[in-house]
Each structure stands twice: as C-alpha cells, then as structure tokens.
C-alpha cells in the first residue's frame, strides 16, 4: 500500500524568502512522484514530476524537487517565492509498475506568501 | 487543446435531493478519474474507468453514488438522495493510460447540500 504524507499543513513564507514544503512517502514498490498545485476554486495543475534518472527535478513557476530515496522523500524548494505562490500544494505518488494508473495524495501544504 | 471540462462548476442543493456532475475529458485519454476533495484534505479517488470499464470503484459509496461512462468519452457522476456531508468540491481528471502519464484535471464541481 502507498501513502502520503505532507507534515505542515500550513506555511507562511515572506515574498522573496526561499520555501520548503515537505513530503514523504511509504510504499512497498518503487513509485513515480508528483507535485500538483491548485489555486483557489480551480482544479489540480502539474508543478513536476520525478519518474526515473536525476534526482532533481525541476518544474515550472521556477519550482524544483528532489527525490531522496533513503529518505522516501521528495521535498518541494523554491529560492524566492512570489505573492502568485499563494495556493494549496499537494504531492501525489503512482506506482511505478503498471498494476493500475491510481494516484495517492497527500492531504496538501497551504502556502501563504506575505508582502 | 481543450482541458478537462466539468459542468456545473457550483451547485447548491437541499438534502435528500439528486445531483449530477458531467465531465469531459481531453480528447484520446481513455483513464477518467472521479475525486472527492473536502476542504482542507487532498483528493481521494472515488472512481477510475480504463475505457468504458469502472476498474477502482472501491471507495465509492455505491448506496447513494453512481457513475458511467457509456461511450469511454465523457462520464456521469450521480448522487441520490444527497446528505449534508457530500458537500464538497468533486474532481474528474484523465489520463492516457499509459503508466508514466500524469493526470490532467478539471476545475472541479463545488457542492454545497444545505
């Protein structure tokens, strides 16, 4: 069985600081990992994925992960964050193997940037 | 292309009465996910269809919740009679089916059952 875990359900981030948004992950098979962001009253977009190779990934909005596997982590980075960051941000993980396309997500990291 | 298209986007209902969501997903994606998402929480798959097949169905409270998907294109979402806790925002997103595919999601049909 997989599962998602985003610690801090809520973070505050001044404009321009760096931010970190935490997840881990328990499975029993090698998986794919994804994070998602939605914006109020919108659905799910795609920030990035880790499917094999590097371990960093980089996505878009200029965010970037990476993929510890000791750790089963996959925490979320960016450098200097903007007022538009402001959203819910959740991590996801999909078994690697083709048993079935099923997504697991985490219950979301609330990301506020303050002015 | 088009995204995932959800219809209605809002939905304000009294208990005990039906409510239905469509969704349409991106031309080709033969996967179609249906998700709840309360407040606060992230999505939790309700449904998944390979085609015209319901395949995952597992978490759906199938004494009041169906779905179908006649045709593998665009697919039903059905609640009947609503409860007070069924208020939430229901999600379809698709895929193409392959195993390294990502979901692609729709905005959502938010349900408020007063």
């Known amino acids: 069985a997989q599962s998602v875990t985003q610690l801090d359900s809520q973070v505050p981030v001044f404009e321009e600081a760096p931010v970190e948004l935490r997840c881990n992950y328990s499975?029993?098979?090698?998986?794919?990992l994804f994070w998602y962001v939605q914006y109020p009253n919108q659905g799910l977009q795609l920030l990035l994925k880790?499917?094999?190779?590097?371990?960093l990934v980089k996505g878009i909005n200029g965010f970037e992960a990476e993929f510890n596997k000791s750790q089963t982590s996959f925490h979320l980075r960016k450098p200097s964050v903007h007022i538009s960051d402001t959203a819910e941000y959740f991590c996801?993980?999909?078994?690697?193997?083709?048993?079935?396309?099923?997504?697991?997500f985490g219950t979301g990291t609330s990301l506020t940037v303050i002015p | 292309e088009a995204g995932v298209v959800q219809s209605p986007r809002y939905k304000i209902i009294e208990k005990k009465q039906p409510v239905a969501f469509w969704c349409n997903p991106i031309?080709?994606?033969?996967?179609l996910y249906w998700y709840l998402q309360n407040l606060g929480q992230g999505p939790e798959l309700l449904i998944r269809?390979?085609?015209?097949?319901?395949?995952?169905d597992s978490q759906l409270p199938k004494d009041r919740f169906s779905a179908e998907r006649l045709k593998g294109v665009d697919s039903t979402l059905k609640i009947q009679p609503a409860e007070l806790g069924d208020s939430a925002v229901y999600l379809c997103?698709?895929?193409?089916?392959?195993?390294?595919?990502?979901?692609?999601f729709g905005p959502g049909t938010r349900l408020l059952v007063l």
């Open positions: 269809y390979e085609n015209e097949e319901a395949v995952d």
């Open positions: 880790y499917l094999s190779g590097s371990t």
């Open positions: 499975s029993s098979v090698s998986v794919y």
């Open positions: 996801a993980v999909k078994p690697s193997l083709n048993t079935g396309n099923q997504f697991y």
């Open positions: 031309s080709g994606h033969n996967t």
């Open positions: 997103a698709s895929s193409s089916g392959t195993s390294l595919e990502t979901q692609y």
